[in-house]
């Protein structure tokens, strides 16, 4: 262990109002003793550097009842370190059994420590007793969190399936496939288990699912998308939802005014679920971007929350102001994104994802200190520069938001925004993923306004952000991170990765027939220099040819984000028959066309 030092980039300030806030988390305090005095928030000038060569990437934090282990998914070690809390020493490093783990859940009988690998697709069965990886299941489509019931399956969220998988631990199979909204994220069980709580990240929404009948009970709309945090009230009778409400009707001038960072308060009736209140945790000058796990105290008085693009952790008065004016917020480290409560010890954990630490808050003391993960495996496309920038909203003015807010993951947040800075006849941008070699695709720009990556860049952050120029260096390591950052394994393929029979019969009416090849050519299937007309704009106004690689996990379609599926683009968004040669082919040639176009 380390203590933290007190000046320079890399200060946490906890000031006797923020210990008061952090004191009350953990013991039980009066709330009017609590928020005497102001709140603490770090000047802008106070921004942590990422890791210096590499960091483990801690994305989850878990701890065992007792307090006795936390467990700690590394996302770029594709491993699960085992740490003895008391002494902050690792005991033991698992294989998560695949890549990229970022969801942890332990089940309730302590024999079964299951973690979600993003990237690959599976589900890791490790033995928290001998700490041994037991079994990994494949599940592709991003499994990203992981809950796990007293009957001993396990609920994990598919983010490019939309779906709620579940597995049961004893055979390790996957027994159903729950529909929900889009691109689940984070889960929560009710304290009867009889339901389980899903946050749809981009879809705005909290899926209501019966756990008895495995089926969407229901689904409820909040005021907020890009929702990747849950936690429920000790009492069982709120939930909270960190999100961030975007303000794409008016023009993006002002970045103040982009993104309004939020916790959702929701209440929990016998079965139902509906929203009681917003807190928002920006104030007037200084935004909270990105809001990520949240964790409430034991006594219902406080909630924590990472802020991931600030660098801080929040501390809300639950029962405070809904304006943000009573929340104290802590310096912590790079991109922190994992929290939890030890539950043997008044202390908040938190992990700095790109930071390679953990941050340790002390309620009651004047101490806080920081843990080192330990040197990362050497890696040449470790991208930390690229990968702090992109997600820093130090490079925003107002801190409201960073890249990663409309990128999250590095795909997209499903809106179209009004650009303001960018003037070529397009009233509206949809959202594109960045992932899959993009830079493979020039022009940039649903305009195709500009061949070059590094001007485009400048002109995004500089327009958007309202801050300055980036260094050519800087660009470069956007350039780095994009050109570095690919898509993970098609989900609508058969399972050794080769295409479906129906895909097979539609690449070859794509290269023929339908005629799609003529604009989506090239290794990417478009973005090749080529601009066309189809239709969705006016006065014969031409496109940008967008490539097809990913586009299974980037709805909604066209320019403007009109249509909600592949489908609606050729049925309903066609009006003058002159996209390629669909019209021209029969519903089950484009069915098989659009199962291509998804196995891409």
């Known amino acids: 262990m380390k203590r933290l030092q007190r000046t320079g980039l890399f200060t946490i300030i906890l000031a006797p109002a923020v210990l008061g806030l952090l004191t009350a988390g953990f013991h039980r305090t009066k709330a009017s003793a609590i928020l005497q005095g102001s709140p603490i928030v770090p000047g802008p000038h106070m921004v942590p550097e990422a890791a210096v060569g590499g960091t483990r990437?801690?994305?989850?934090?878990?701890?065992?009842?007792?307090?006795?282990?936390?467990?700690?998914?590394?996302q770029d070690e594709n491993s699960v370190a085992v740490f003895d809390p008391g002494s902050q020493k690792q005991v033991a490093s698992v294989p998560s059994g695949g890549e990229q783990p970022v969801g942890l859940a332990l089940s309730p009988d302590g024999?079964?420590?299951?973690?979600?690998?993003?990237?690959?697709?599976?589900?890791?069965?490790?033995?928290?007793?001998?700490?041994?990886?037991?079994?990994s299941v494949p599940l592709r489509g991003e499994p990203f969190a992981v809950a796990i019931s007293r009957a001993g399956k396990a609920f994990i969220t598919l983010l490019d399936l939309d779906q709620v998988a579940v597995v049961d631990l004893a055979t390790a199979k996957i027994v159903e496939r729950i529909p929900v909204g889009r691109r689940p994220r984070a889960l929560a069980f009710t304290p009867n288990e009889k339901t389980l709580l899903c946050a749809n990240l981009t879809g705005g929404s909290v899926s209501v699912i019966d756990v008895a009948s495995l089926r969407e009970r229901s689904r409820v709309t909040v005021p907020a998308i890009n929702l990747r945090g849950m936690a429920l009230t000790p009492d069982g009778d709120e939930v909270l939802v960190t999100g961030q409400q975007p303000h794409n009707d008016v023009p993006t001038d002002r970045p103040e005014a982009m993104w309004t960072n939020v916790l959702l308060v929701l209440r929990l009736g016998e079965g139902t679920v509906s929203l009681a209140h917003v807190v928002t945790l920006d104030t007037a000058d200084y935004g909270a971007a990105d809001p990520c796990g949240v964790v409430a105290d034991p006594n219902g008085q406080s909630a924590y929350v990472a802020l991931s693009g600030t660098h801080e952790v929040a501390v809300v008065p639950l029962t405070g102001k809904k304006d943000g004016s009573d929340i104290a917020r802590v310096l912590v480290g790079a991109n922190p994104r994992a929290i939890a409560l030890r539950p043997d010890k008044p202390e908040l954990w938190v992990g700095n994802h790109l930071g390679n630490s953990l941050a340790i808050l002390h309620g009651g003391t004047t101490e806080e200190s920081e843990v080192d993960l330990g040197a990362p495996t050497p890696s040449p496309n470790r991208r930390m520069k690229g990968r702090f920038l992109f997600a820093s909203a130090h490079l925003t003015r107002g801190r409201h938001f960073s890249c990663e807010t409309c990128h999250p993951d590095f795909s997209e947040d499903g809106l179209s925004w009004k650009f303001a800075h960018v003037h070529d006849k397009i009233d509206l941008r949809n959202t594109r993923d960045l992932r899959g070699n993009i830079l493979l695709t020039p022009p940039y720009g649903w305009g195709g306004r500009e061949e070059d990556f590094e001007v485009f860049v400048n002109t995004e952050l500089e327009g958007l952000t309202r801050t300055h120029k980036l260094a050519h260096k800087d660009v470069h390591a956007f350039w780095d991170l994009v050109n570095e950052t690919p898509l993970p394994p098609n989900p609508y393929r058969k399972p050794d990765g080769t295409l479906t029979v129906s895909a097979l019969r539609g690449k070859a009416l794509f290269s023929g027939e339908a005629g799609c090849v003529t604009c989506h050519g090239g290794d990417q299937h478009g973005g090749t220099a080529k601009r066309a007309f189809i239709g969705t704009t006016q006065n014969g106004l031409e496109l940008d040819v967008p490539h097809l690689a990913g586009v299974y996990a980037s709805a909604p379609y066209l320019h403007d984000g009109r249509a909600t599926s592949l489908e609606e683009i050729f049925t309903k968004y066609n009006p003058e028959h002159i996209h390629g040669k669909a019209d021209e082919l029969t519903p089950a040639q484009l069915s098989d066309v659009l199962a291509y176009v998804r196995e891409f």
């Open 57 to 74: 990437g801690p994305s989850a934090l878990l701890f065992q009842s007792d307090g006795k282990r936390v467990y700690i998914a590394e």
């Open 111 to 135: 024999r079964t420590l299951a973690v979600t690998n993003m990237f690959s697709g599976s589900i890791g069965l490790i033995d928290p007793i001998k700490n041994t990886l037991r079994a």
